[in-house]
Nanobody, 115 residues
Framework: QVQLVESGGGLVQPGGSLRLSCAAS????????MSWYRQGPGKERVLVAT???????NYADSVKGRFTISRDNAKNTVYLQMNSLKPEDTAVYYC?????????WGQGTQVTVSS
C-alpha cells in the first residue's frame, strides 16, 4: 500500500533553514507528481509546493524564492528545502500524492520557527 514518511522537521530560528524529506513506497514513485502541504495552528491545510513526474515545480506565493521542492527517483524520496524561514512558516508539513483518484498523506513533521 501507499506509504509516505516525512522527516527533518524541528525547531529553527527565523532566517534559518531546514530540509524535509518524504520517503515513498507502495507505488511507482517516478511516474507520480508529489506535493508538500502544511497546516499551521488553527489554520486549514494548504498546498506549499508540487513537483511533477517530469520535474516541473509550482509553489505557493508565500514560499516562492525561499523553498525548493526536488525529488530523487532512485531513492523514492521528495524533498523540501526551506530557507529564510519565518515564524509564519510554523506548521505541520505533510507529503502527499494522488493515486487512482485518492489522496494519500504522510504522518506529518512539525516545523517550528521561533527565536
Amino acid at each position: 500500500q501507499v506509504q509516505l514518511v516525512e522527516s527533518g522537521g524541528g525547531l529553527v530560528q527565523p532566517g534559518g533553514s531546514l530540509r524535509l524529506s518524504c520517503a515513498a513506497s507502495g507505488f511507482t514513485f517516478s511516474t507520480y507528481g508529489m506535493s508538500w502541504y502544511r497546516q499551521g495552528p488553527g489554520k486549514e491545510r494548504v498546498l506549499v509546493a508540487t513537483i511533477a513526474s517530469t520535474g516541473g515545480t509550482n509553489y505557493a506565493d508565500s514560499v516562492k524564492g525561499r523553498f525548493t521542492i526536488s525529488r530523487d527517483n532512485a531513492k523514492n524520496t521528495v524533498y523540501l528545502q526551506m530557507n529564510s524561514l519565518k515564524p509564519e512558516d510554523t506548521a505541520v508539513y505533510y507529503c502527499s500524492v494522488v493515486r487512482y483518484g485518492k489522496r494519500y498523506w504522510g504522518q506529518g513533521t512539525q516545523v517550528t520557527v521561533s527565536s
